[in-house]
Each structure stands twice: as C-alpha cells, then as structure tokens.
C-alpha cells in the first residue's frame, strides 16, 4: 500500500512540474527549437535583457501585483478583523459567503462584469474607461476574498483574554491592535499578502478585460505573441519567475513557522526555565 501511495505521489508530482521543468530546460537551449535541446547556453537570458517591451511588460506586473497585494492585504485584515467582531453570527456568515464569491465565480464572468462596469462608470464621468487604475481596482477586487480567508482562521485561534488584558491595562483599541491583535495574526496575513500578490502576477483573463489600450503585462504579453511566435527568452522571464516566486514560497513557510514555534506554550515555558535558571546562577 505504500508503494501504491508513493508512486502515486510521484505521478501527481510529474503532472504539474514537467512542464515547468521542460520550460525551464528549453530556457538555456541554444537554438529557438522547442524540441531538440541543441546544447546549454545563456542566450536567451541576455536576449530577454534587451527586450525594451518585455522589460516594460515585467515592470507594469510587478507594479501592479505589489500595489494589488498591499492594499488588498490592508483592506483584507481590516475587514476579517471587523468580520470577527460581529456579534451577530447569522449576518457573519452572510457577510463571508458574499465575500467568497468572487473565488467561486469563473474568471471571465468577474472580467465581463467589471468590464461593463468600467464602461458604465466611464460613460457617466466622461473618463477613460480602461486604464492603470481600473486593473488596479479589478486585482484588489479579485485578491481581497483570499486575504481575508488567510486571515480569519488566526483571528479563530488567537486567545480573545488578551485583547481583554490589553484593555484593562489602558490600551485603546488601535494600540490593542497593532501590540496585540496584528501580531498574533501576522502569519495569516503574511500568507494572504503572498496569495494576493502570485495571483495578481498570474492573471490573464481579468487584466485582458479591464486593461486600456498599449498597456501590458507579462501574461498579456505573452498572449499577444501567440499570434505569431513565442520566442525561447519568455521562457527564460516565465523560469525567473517561478524561481522567485518558489523562494518567496519557501520564505514565508520557514517565517511562518519560526513565528508558530516562537508562540508554542511548551517552547515559552523551556525558554521561560532557562532564564529562571540563568538567575539563580547569576
């Protein structure tokens, strides 16, 4: 049986990563063939420095997925912490199951609908009706539900006693938040701002929609080379890419942890004897 489990794990493991594995291959190909490996070189990577319009491609993806995560995280905790402060738990519940929506709804019904209304707000200001800004609103609007779905299970096991004891002590709620509260949350919410901003990065059909005209982003980009070739030095931007976002990934996990291991009762308590004993010593 657990031979079965392992190669079965090895399959799944195969499925979704020899692709990425053979893009990554092909990013240090000498020639532009996508089916012979012709022989290891750098190429590609000293071509894709060159390219003006995939650099300018990258930059307005990285500005965009770094605003999208930051303001969606500052909106996301706010409103998983007020969320939590519901009293009522009916109209809690009603309040996240509107909000997980737009993580149920299919990618092209958010992007229509928020094309149509870019277009009606547009209309009735007389502005433009696609630019910067309205992709910006469209990525908030897309990462907010998976901040706040980070967030709220820490918010769950977070000891409710030390809000009380902060205020006791003559903490105002803001100070409560930001000595207590934030910190005891911040592994969630480190999370959702890591989610936000791979899923800002990744985004296709939403930034097609709601785009204005001569703007890209690294996916637009590229779709827009299909129609005629991609040629081997996206492969070498797509290989840069997964390799930052993979060390973020693993950056976070390990902080994650660090900061579960420091918070671990057991953990206090050793640390705690230590410096009992390191007094009596002294």
């Known amino acids: 049986m657990k031979t079965l489990s392992r190669i079965y794990i090895i399959l799944i493991l195969l499925f979704l990563f020899a692709p990425i594995i053979v ?23 000293r071509e894709l420095f060159r390219d003006e319009k995939a650099a ?10 770094v605003l999208s995560s930051v303001i969606a995280t500052v909106l996301g905790t706010l409103a998983a912490v007020g969320l939590s402060r519901l009293k009522r738990r009916w109209v809690r519940n009603t309040v996240q199951s509107v909000t997980n929506i737009p993580m149920m709804n299919p990618d092209i019904v958010t992007a229509v609908s928020m094309l149509m209304f870019f277009v009606f707000v547009g209309s009735a200001l007389g502005i433009a009706s696609r630019s910067f800004a309205t992709v910006l609103i469209a990525h908030i609007t897309f990462n907010l539900p998976y901040v706040i779905l980070s967030v709220m299970p820490k918010i769950r096991q977070m ?22 509260e934030l910190p005891a ?12 901003f791979t899923l800002s990065i990744d985004d296709f059909i939403i930034t097609q929609f709601t785009k204005g005209e001569g703007f890209y982003t690294l996916p637009t ?55 009992k004993k390191k007094l009596k010593e002294n």
């Open 159 to 180: 000891d409710k006693h030390l809000l009380e004891a902060a205020a006791d002590l003559g903490c105002t709620p803001i100070e409560t938040f930001f000595r207590v």
């Open 221 to 275: 980009y590229i779709y827009s080379m299909t129609k005629k070739k991609v040629t081997p030095d996206m492969y070498a931007l797509s290989t840069l890419i997964f390799l930052v976002i993979l060390t973020l990934l693993i950056l976070s996990n390990l902080l994650q942890a660090r900061m579960e291991a420091r918070r671990d009762p057991r953990k206090i308590a050793a640390r705690n004897a230590k410096k």
């Open 23 to 45: 893009m990554m291959l092909f990013s240090f190909n000498s020639t532009r063939s996508t089916a012979v490996f012709s022989g290891f070189s750098l190429k590609w990577y």
């Open 56 to 65: 300018e491609a990258l930059l307005n993806t990285l500005k965009l997925a």
């Open 185 to 196: 949350i911040l592994p969630g919410v480190l999370s959702g701002l890591l989610m936000a």
